[in-house]
């Protein structure tokens, strides 16, 4: 989905999946068994008490013991698994078993759940709105220079990845060379809809006077001459039991609230305006000019595609945005209420200016108008978005010179106009590299250090670069002069990933002990220090709003952050493996990526790619067998993600269907692909 229920984020109780380890059922059996003699009611030492849930939250005289979403910070855990910094327990034993030790870990992961069925003391994640684009598309490359790839024994490996924010485009790192994959228009696809034997009208709209490519390679321009589209015949309820209305819709901005379908009598389906975006709602008007609204339950984006459903079940709405449930709310009109008045009118569209009604024409692209006479499930609606589901090609488009040396790190700026390179060579040379992504040309060389830059990003006013690497030292510069402006001393190791918000006020940075930190920009003042990982951080991603931030690490945990306190919001073991030892070679976290939509997608060294809801419910696994899934980003608006593996393959797949549309290599141009 590209748009969703638009909420704030609410920290409150939320329900606990039926998988989590509970204290009663799971916890309170393994405290009796190791640790009650000692911690218990009538015998508190150092006044911790484990024999109820109440008594395991009051914590002990040095405070508490455990922290919702934190095992790794929580003295507890750290104590049964025997970690550096507390005294190991239980006293003059042996460690706990490990599946106990990862019980006791689930358990704090999930959020101190008391009994079954009970509440996890973890925030909810309300989704986001989507973000709001100007409408200029980001630039794609013009006039690169050419520039051939550098021979190599082998295919690079793709440890540096990008794509841009508003084009088909994403950028690799290579053999001292930067290279651009392009991907073309996809093709049109036969168009089949669903439920036929429900289809009740269909309005496949194409305006060959317009140079916009709907969907489904065909869409209508509105207003295309001042007026709407008249239906004729107009669509008759009278014997519709239940009722869903499916749309493809690229509205834009425009003063009025804009109808899509419907009169000033009877049923309308119209768009509301709102600051970040078009709300959907439903306007009916029975026999006796009772008026209802159904809607205000999600965020349609100003110039972009989105897939529209409502449904009528004959009691509720539902609401799907992009194939995604987004509100139900009950109905106890009948549509026997609110027939269209035979003197009136069904328009698509709104209405003609010169009727003073108040139906306002709509301002942007339609196609695939639909209404069936039943309602729709969720999989049938999931259909319609899958139908018009295309895959773009990519091509090698071109290759960017980096003669500094390794390319460790590699992003777009926020409007996709600049691409940024760090890198250097170990122990003698370091620098960031400023792109122009039409030309090619370098806008400008920031730092000179004498070790490799491991980390870097641009800030989304290109403004500031921060970087970081072996120096243990965060480094702010202007992009103006190249002026150092400010030298920070914080971690105590190795950094290893640098991250701006997509507001600017904002950056995160981690380091090779697992130490993240996050940083006012203007001033480089400390805001929080994020302490849960223990290892390296291997990568960082904000949330569009900028309220959360990923943290991915080789422990195998993926932890979204709260900023507005600095808390954890979830702590997800994403890749992790049972073998020992504890941080095995196929546990680790190596990239993550938000979507707009707030699901995340992350590869690991168990060898998959993962994609994620918000609350930590894996949505999706691809196991790419041709090597190590070293990176992995969203393409498209997150309908498909682009993997590169160690050996230098990189995989586009459709996220829709779950196939691999294209194989390309970081030594060749491209070779197709195919197959699940």
């Known amino acids: 989905m590209k748009s969703v229920i638009a909420l704030m984020l609410i920290f409150c109780v939320s329900n606990a999946g039926a998988d989590t380890p509970n204290y009663e059922d799971h916890i309170k059996p393994v405290f009796r068994a190791h640790c009650l003699k000692c911690h218990n009611a009538d015998e508190a030492e150092a006044d911790l008490d484990l024999s109820k849930m109440s008594a395991v939250m009051k914590g002990g005289s040095s405070g508490p013991v455990v922290k919702p979403g934190q095992p790794e910070s929580s003295q507890l855990y750290r104590a049964m698994a025997h970690l550096d910094g507390v005294e190991s327990m239980p006293p003059e034993s042996p460690k706990l078993a490990k599946e106990k030790i990862e019980l006791i870990a689930g358990w704090i992961r999930g959020g101190l759940i008391e009994s079954q069925g009970g509440k996890s003391r973890l925030p909810n994640i309300t989704t986001m709105p989507a973000p709001i684009k100007s409408g200029r598309p980001a630039p794609l490359p013009t006039l690169l220079p050419k520039i051939k790839l550098t021979p190599t024994l082998r295919p690079p490996i793709p440890q540096a990845m990008a794509v841009s924010p508003g084009a088909p485009l994403f950028a690799v790192s290579g053999q001292e060379q930067i290279l651009l994959y392009q991907g073309s228009d996809p093709a049109p696809v036969s168009f089949q809809p669903t439920a036929v034997n429900s289809l009740a009208r269909d309005w496949a709209f194409e305006d060959e006077n317009t140079n916009f490519a709907g969907k489904i390679g065909k869409a209508a321009r509105f207003p295309a001459d001042g007026k709407p589209l008249p239906v004729t015949p107009a669509v008759d309820f009278s014997n519709f039991k239940e009722l869903t209305i499916s749309v493809w819709i690229r509205p834009q901005e425009s003063e009025n609230n804009p109808n899509v379908f419907g009169s000033e009598n009877g049923f309308r389906l119209f768009l509301e305006r709102h600051k970040q975006g078009w709300r959907p709602r439903i306007f009916l008007r029975d026999q006796d000019n009772g008026i209802s609204y159904y809607g205000r339950v999600g965020i349609l984006p100003l110039d972009e595609w989105t897939h529209l459903a409502a449904t009528w079940t004959g009691s509720a709405w539902n609401w799907f945005i992009d194939g995604q449930h987004v509100a139900e709310q009950t109905c106890p009109e009948s549509l026997e209420q609110i027939q269209q008045r035979p003197d009136t009118q069904q328009l698509i569209g709104g209405n003609s200016p010169s009727r003073g009604n108040g139906l306002n024409p709509f301002v942007g692209d339609l196609d695939e108008l639909r209404i069936y006479s039943k309602a ?156 849960e990982h223990k290892v390296r951080i ?139």
């Open 376 to 531: 729709l499930s969720h999989d049938q609606i999931r259909q319609l978005t899958r139908e018009a589901s295309r895959s773009r090609t990519y091509v090698l488009r071109g290759a960017l010179p980096f003669p500094e040396g390794t390319i460790h790190d590699t992003k777009f700026s926020r409007d996709g106009s600049l691409l940024m390179s760090a890198g250097g060579r170990g122990s003698f040379f370091g620098r960031v590299v400023l792109f122009d992504v039409e030309t090619g040309k370098r806008v400008a060389e920031i730092g000179d250090e004498v070790d490799s830059v491991l980390a870097a990003d641009i800030s989304p006013d290109h403004q500031y670069v921060a970087m970081g690497g072996p120096s243990k030292i965060i480094k702010l510069y202007s992009t103006k002069n190249g002026k150092l402006l400010h030298r920070i001393k914080k971690h105590t190791d190795w950094i290893t990933a640098v991250a701006f918000s997509p507001d600017g006020k904002m950056f995160a940075t981690g380091d090779r002990s697992g130490g993240i930190n996050i940083w006012e920009t203007d001033r480089a003042a400390i805001v929080f220090t994020l302490d």
């Open 538 to 676: 291997t990568d960082l991603s904000w949330r569009a709003d900028s309220t959360i931030v990923a943290s991915a690490a080789e422990d195998g945990n993926l932890i979204l952050w709260s900023m507005e306190d600095g808390f954890p919001l979830r702590n997800i073991a994403a890749h992790t493996s049972d073998e020992s030892p504890r941080y095995s070679r196929r546990t680790g976290v190596l990239s993550v990526d938000f979507a707009r939509d707030s699901r995340l997608l992350t590869s690991g060294r168990d060898g998959t790619t993962r994609l994620w809801s918000p609350e930590g419910e894996k949505l999706l696994e691809v196991n790419v067998k041709s090597g190590l899934p070293v990176n992995a980003l969203l393409l498209d608006d997150s309908a498909a993600a682009v993997i590169g593996t160690f050996d230098g393959s990189l995989h586009v797949f459709d996220l829709a269907s779950k196939s691999r549309t294209q194989t390309l290599s970081t030594s060749e141009e491209s070779r197709e692909g195919g197959g699940k």
